[in-house]
């Protein structure tokens, strides 16, 4: 079971965490950063910072729709993806990590990794990572714009953890794409703009009706291009599933329709 971030005085009588200005107050001395980080209770200020809360009264930090993250999550967070600036190119970056949820660059009053007319080179970014999120935009940023891709190849590939991606996947026209979401068995969410070539979600059963809609929706593609998906989804859009979720039959069988009209193809394996 995942132990919880609960915060405790000397007497082991569980406490509220510290204000910013409590913390300056007692100073520190003699302790190194590695030593205050080991105590959960400096934790809090720090991912504030970032927008994760610590919830007093189940005893986790909350960030990204995540509710349930240990002390331990959360300093993972911070050693393996809080040193990234927007505009990098972030080739490899985040392979392998360990972490359940990435932490957001800064940039000004904006969290994200590229700007609008800045493509990022995302070649195997999240390869075999154990993600359940990621975040490649805030809310605010991605209303208006989106991350901007001009190398998705393997951008994904072996996160089997990874649920949802938060942030407006915006790909270039003709960037490679090739195997970006291979065995992305437990993906739900996604929102893929401009899309143009060919794409596969062949490993994912889950993909959701709106991600799907919504690649359809915002398709910039002037050839016809195919979209391969898993055979659960397909079964969806064809009509023959023998559930649809919290859509209906038609919703699904309507999207093959709309596919069609803008040159979209969907097939399976």
């Not at 393996?80 to 927007?86: A, D, R």
């Not at 985040?94 to 972490?99: E, L, T």
Request: glycine share 4%; with cysteine; hydrophobic share 35%.
């Amino acid at each position: 079971m995942a132990r919880q971030a609960i915060l405790r005085n000397k007497e082991g009588q569980q406490v509220l965490p510290i204000t910013g200005f409590e913390q300056v107050k007692r100073g520190g001395a003699g302790k190194t950063l590695e030593d205050s980080m080991l105590e959960v209770e400096n934790l809090v200020p720090i991912m504030a910072a970032y927008g994760c809360n610590y919830n007093a009264e189940t005893g986790f930090f909350e960030y990204a729709g995540l509710t349930d993250l240990t002390d331990n999550d959360v300093r993972n967070m911070i050693a393996e993806t809080s040193m990234y600036v927007c505009g990098e190119d972030i080739d490899w970056k985040y392979a392998y990590c360990q972490s359940r949820v990435n932490l957001l660059p800064k940039f000004r009053r904006n969290n994200v990794f590229t700007t609008w007319n800045k493509y990022v080179s995302c070649v195997r970014s999240f390869y075999y990572s154990k993600f359940e999120v990621i975040q490649l935009c805030s809310d605010y940023y991605d209303e208006m714009f989106g991350f901007s891709i001009s190398n998705a190849e393997s951008m994904f590939s072996s996160s089997s953890n990874l649920r949802k991606i938060i942030g407006r996947i915006r790909i270039k026209k003709d960037a490679s794409i090739t195997d970006a979401f291979n065995a992305c068995k437990s993906l739900v969410d996604l929102t893929i703009h401009d899309l143009s070539s060919n794409i596969s979600f062949e490993d994912s059963p889950l993909l959701s009706y709106n991600s799907v809609k919504y690649l359809v929706d915002n398709a910039a593609n002037t050839d016809p291009i195919t979209v391969t998906v898993h055979p659960d989804v397909y079964a969806k859009l064809s009509g023959t599933a023998s559930e649809y979720g919290d859509h209906t039959q038609e919703e699904w069988t309507a999207l093959m329709t709309a596919a069609t009209e803008k040159q979209i193809s969907f097939a399976t394996v």
